[in-house]
């Protein structure tokens, strides 16, 4: 069922980790507070029209901005589906929350907004794993081809990707204590050049260290045990390989584990940092320790304390 010709939807994605810790790739989770939004209609001009891409630096190419590749992705699927549309296009206007190459899933919440909203627009024909599957095209074309963080970004939570092809979601429960302290610095780090960093060949002594601190972090989840999240937050691949491309980390960090952080290590692809807690004093300590760390260094940057964001992505109609 295609809605009329002059519905509108708007739906709303929060930002996430993802990867969080040592779960390159495999472990993300939705983070509670900015998020983007993307306003989907029907339109005139055949194909993907941006009419606001939400900020000065993102492109108004359709092909070029994650919102409109995964909304043109949509449109092809409802297609194959032999959806017939009530117009040639699709317009969209972003409202961009989320900062700009700052390792908190910005281009991916763009582009399960962009997904959802068009997919509603269809009256939601295509199923979860098949937005995935058109959130995993923009993402690809803008940054890197991963879960990670548009998986948490759709569904909320923190979740594990067990497969990318076919796609395999497992959701995993939310340890109750969970506060996560984001750090952002002021600086931008494309997720392609972070990604260049990092190793091509791995010592076989960290991928097992590695397998052993995801298995601890599902742990974790399903034990409610923060402590152990914390340790496992032991990340030997993508870590060292980035630290050096952000300024201030390796102080940041620090400085959060004498404040009595549990854990703590670079958000995805950085250059935000981040910290765990269980405890709501301790983790407004550890931001002001990690702000303190950056200002030191003559680096500005935003803390904040949040959680684990559980709503994940919603859409309503306007
Ligand atoms: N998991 C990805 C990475 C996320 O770390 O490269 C980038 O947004």
């Given at each position: 069922?295609v809605t009329?010709r002059h519905a509108r ?31 989907a209609e029907w339109w005139d001009a055949p194909g993907v029209t941006v009419l ?7 492109p108004r190419a359709a092909t070029r901005h994650?919102a409109a590749i995964a909304s043109a992705a949509v449109s092809f699927a409802a297609g194959r589906h032999g959806v017939v549309a009530p117009a040639p296009g699709i317009a969209l206007t ?20 962009g997904a959802?909203a068009t997919n509603?627009l269809y ?11 058109c959130?995993?095209v ?181």
């Amino acid at each position: 069922m295609v809605t009329e010709r002059h519905a509108r939807f708007v739906a709303s994605t929060p930002g996430s980790i993802g990867n969080l810790g040592p779960g390159l790739d495999v472990v993300g989770c939705a983070i509670a507070g900015l998020r983007d939004e993307v306003v989907a209609e029907w339109w005139d001009a055949p194909g993907v029209t941006v009419l606001d891409p939400g900020h000065a630096d993102l492109p108004r190419a359709a092909t070029r901005h994650a919102a409109a590749i995964a909304s043109a992705a949509v449109s092809f699927a409802a297609g194959r589906h032999g959806v017939v549309a009530p117009a040639p296009g699709i317009a969209l206007t972003v409202r961009k929350g989320l900062p700009l190459s700052g390792g908190q899933g910005g281009s991916a919440a763009s582009a399960v907004a962009g997904a959802v909203a068009t997919n509603a627009l269809y009256g939601d024909v295509l199923d979860v794993n098949a937005v995935l599957e058109c959130c995993l095209v923009a993402e690809a074309k803008v940054a890197a081809r991963h879960l990670d963080n548009i998986a948490p970004a759709l569904f909320g939570g923190i979740t594990l990707i067990r497969c990318i092809d076919p796609i395999d979601i497992i959701r995993l429960p939310v340890p109750a204590k969970l506060r996560i302290i984001l750090v952002h610095p002021a600086q931008r780090l494309s997720t392609s050049m972070a990604r260049r960093a990092l190793p091509k060949l791995v010592p076989l002594s960290d991928v097992t260290h590695q397998l052993a601190q995801v298995g601890a972090m599902i742990a974790a989840c399903y034990t409610n045990d923060v402590g152990l999240l914390g340790r496992a937050i032991d990340d030997r691949i993508a870590e060292p390989a980035r630290a050096p491309m952000i300024p201030g980390f390796m102080e940041a960090k620090r400085a959060a584990m004498a404040a009595g952080a549990l854990g703590a290590s670079i958000s995805g692809a950085g250059p935000t940092a981040f910290a765990l807690s269980d405890d709501a004093d301790v983790a407004q300590r550890i931001a002001r320790a990690m702000s303190e760390a950056y200002s030191v260094l003559g680096i500005e940057c935003t803390a904040t304390v949040t959680e684990v964001d559980v709503e994940g992505t919603t859409v309503r109609r306007l």
